[in-house]
């Protein structure tokens, strides 16, 4: 299939649905409901699989925050259709208040999209692979979540500060820096990275110790510092991406230092 049939038949099976969607709406908030409510449900059901994954394909997978009064719950672009067609209570006016909106809005924000151009996208889009595990496991879903990314870098760097006190062995680190509530920021990585007597070596070349300490001061003082006493819920999501790659690498270059003792 090419491309032009391809944004066609995404289209058409969005189109499709919401307007059965929009019918069932008209069902559920009308005076007296009729036999055809199960009929819509059913063929939404149908549908939905198909729907869901252009998209995830399209606008990728998110959150979305339902309700009010207080009674608030996420759920995930993945989740919404399905939720949103399960029957019952949910089919109850003051219930299905909730699905109405995000559902007709998810549905719109992926015609426009495509209607923009912007979807096929021209070039693959590139993918970030974090290799360190405990990195992944704190920052994968923050990446996918729909703003906030200050958390982002907050979370990594403190992933990089922590690993730096776990690789430096514990009594040197005691001897370098007695009181424990010191053993963060700049001052951590002044005495355990210092070019001159480190006692985590990333090379034999001192050229090189007095580059990667700079590297490391930079990520404390520019980034560690600044995101952690302050929110900053303007930060973009490139920006957060391209902190956790960076920071990955710099965790595998920690853990190939030489402890010196």
Known sequence: ?????????????????????????????????SKQLD???TQLQQQEPQVTKYILDILGD???????????????????LSTALMGGNNEMKHNFYDYKAPVTNLLNRALGTIDAGLWPP???????????????????????????YDRVIRESTIILEDRIRNKCPHETLARLIPNAVDQSGENLINNVFSPDHPVLSISTEKSK?????????????????????HLDETTEWSWAWSTVGFIDRLLADIESCVVVQ
């Open 1 to 33: 299939m090419d491309e032009q049939s391809t944004i066609q038949e995404a289209k058409d099976t969005l189109n499709s649905f919401l307007e059965i969607f929009n019918k069932y709406s008209e069902e559920i908030f009308g005076a007296r409901r």
């Open 62 to 80: 998110g959150t979305l925050i339902l309700g009010s009064f207080g009674i608030r719950r996420t759920l995930y672009h993945r989740d919404l």
């Open 122 to 148: 021209k070039e693959p889009a590139p993918v970030l692979v974090i290799k360190d595990e405990k990195l992944g496991e704190r920052c994968s879903d923050l990446l996918s979540a729909p703003g906030l």
């Open 39 to 41: 009929s819509l449900r």
């Open 209 to 229: 110790r007095i580059a990667f300490h700079k590297i490391l001061v930079g990520m404390i003082s520019f980034l560690r510092n600044p995101y952690h006493h």
